[in-house]
Structure formats: structure tokens, C-alpha cells
């Protein structure tokens, strides 16, 4: 069972537009979430993080968001650009298990010029 | 930032031998660091936890004997894929966490084994 999930495994949007993209987790334990963003053949590179204590993180065009109650997280890409064009993953921790992350299975975002 | 090196980026390797890949932690000490491995299309799963000076924790699954992690000093962890064969063939990842700008990944390695 998929503890962490990404149901669209694909997004297309159209460049200076936002970019929304989801991920619902289902352990209540998790407390400490993170985006990564990766390119064919390449490591994951981290994004932006956010823990339970929180609701909102920003970073430049980047925002994270979570709501604990509905178990949900969302990154927000704004204005999107081609070079955001990657496959993205978030990924899930809690204090209790150590640092193991749980990872999502990705969204491939597409951004059209 | 944190920078984590990893070599070889790729590797093709015959059946039978075994692959050693290194991550390093350039400017900062990692007393642990994390094995991930991804199949294409899918995401990615820890393979192992690495504990410097000490025995690496390995997730359910994953065999230790043919996965051998080494961390031997603060900065270098190395997996080495023993025996490889064709269905050992992935992206392995590593990761290490630094206090200040969190979890940093490796470049990864491209292992294809013929």
C-alpha cells in the first residue's frame, strides 16, 4: 500500500501560467514533508520542504502547502517556465521512524513555451 | 550548499562482476547516509541506511550479501553490487543529510548489467 501518492503521474501547462502539484500521504505520523525535482539520468535535486508545524512555505516561485486534516500537500509553481520541466516527487518522513523518506511515485510536468 | 558526489555517473558491467559506487560528502560530515535505487518509471525506494563506523540497516527486501554498504569514514559511503546480473540494472541514488540545507542527493549511477 502506497503510503505516499501522486495520482497524476502527468501535467501539462502552458509557460507564465501556475503549475499545481499534488500529493496525499496516508501515515498520520509523517510530520516532515519534501519536494524534489529530477531530470532523466540525474539525481533528485530538493525543492522545498515543510513540516506539520506549518501550513504555508514559500521560496521564490515555489510554495508548498499542507493540510494536516485532509492529509494533502501541493506545490505551486509560479510563473511556470520550460526549464521546470521535470519529473517531481514528495516525499514523506516522521521524526519516530528516523530519516527514512517515503517517496511519492512523481509527476512529469510539462511546461509548454 | 551541501554537495554529495557520486561515481561512476554510469557504469556497464558483465554478468558475474561486481560495481563499486562511491558517494562522497564534500563539505560537510555525514554520519549517515541513504541508498535509494529507481527503476525506470517508478519512484524511489531506500535500499539501505548507511551508519558511519557501523553496520548498515537495510530495508526488507533487499539483500545485504549482494548489496555490501561501507561507510567507512564521515564523507565516503560505497555500495558495491556483488555478483551483478541483468536484473540489477538501475539508477542507484545516494543522499546525505547536513544540518543546515537538509537532505542532498548524489548525481546518481546508471548501472546496466550485460
Known amino acids: 500500500d502506497q503510503q505516499v501518492k501522486q495520482n497524476s503521474p502527468s501535467l501539462s501547462v502552458q509557460e507564465g501560467r501556475i503549475s499545481i502539484l499534488n500529493c496525499d500521504y496516508t501515515n498520520s505520523m509523517f510530520d516532515y514533508f519534501l519536494w524534489y525535482k529530477k531530470y532523466p539520468a540525474e539525481g533528485p535535486t530538493f525543492l522545498i520542504s515543510i513540516s506539520s508545524i506549518k501550513d504555508k512555505n514559500e521560496d521564490g516561485r515555489f510554495t508548498v502547502f499542507l493540510n494536516k486534516s485532509a492529509k494533502h500537500l501541493s506545490l505551486h509553481i509560479v510563473p511556470s517556465q520550460p526549464g521546470d520541466s521535470a519529473v517531481y516527487f514528495c516525499?514523506?518522513?516522521?521524526?519516530?521512524?528516523?530519516?527514512?523518506?517515503?517517496f511519492g511515485p512523481g509527476t512529469r510536468l510539462s511546461v509548454l513555451p | 550548499g551541501a554537495v554529495v558526489s557520486q561515481h561512476p555517473s554510469r557504469v556497464i558491467c558483465k554478468s558475474g562482476t561486481s560495481v563499486k559506487i562511491e558517494c562522497r560528502s564534500l563539505d560537510f560530515q555525514a554520519t549517515t547516509m541513504f541508498w535509494y535505487r529507481q527503476f525506470p518509471k517508478q519512484s524511489l525506494m531506500l535500499m539501505a541506511t548507511?551508519?558511519?563506523?557501523?553496520?548498515?540497516?537495510?530495508e526488507q527486501g533487499v539483500e545485504k550479501d549482494k548489496f555490501l554498504i561501507n561507510h567507512a569514514s564521515l564523507t565516503l559511503s560505497t555500495l558495491t553490487v556483488t555478483s551483478a546480473h541483468p536484473e540489477d540494472s538501475s539508477f542507484y541514488i545516494c543522499?546525505?543529510?547536513?544540518?543546515?540545507?537538509?537532505?542532498?542527493f548524489g548525481s546518481g549511477t546508471r548501472l546496466t548489467v550485460v
Open positions: 548507511s551508519n558511519e563506523g557501523s553496520k548498515a540497516t537495510y
Open positions: 516525499a514523506a518522513s516522521a521524526q519516530n521512524y528516523g530519516q527514512n523518506f517515503v
Open positions: 543522499s546525505a543529510r547536513e544540518d543546515h540545507y537538509g537532505y542532498t
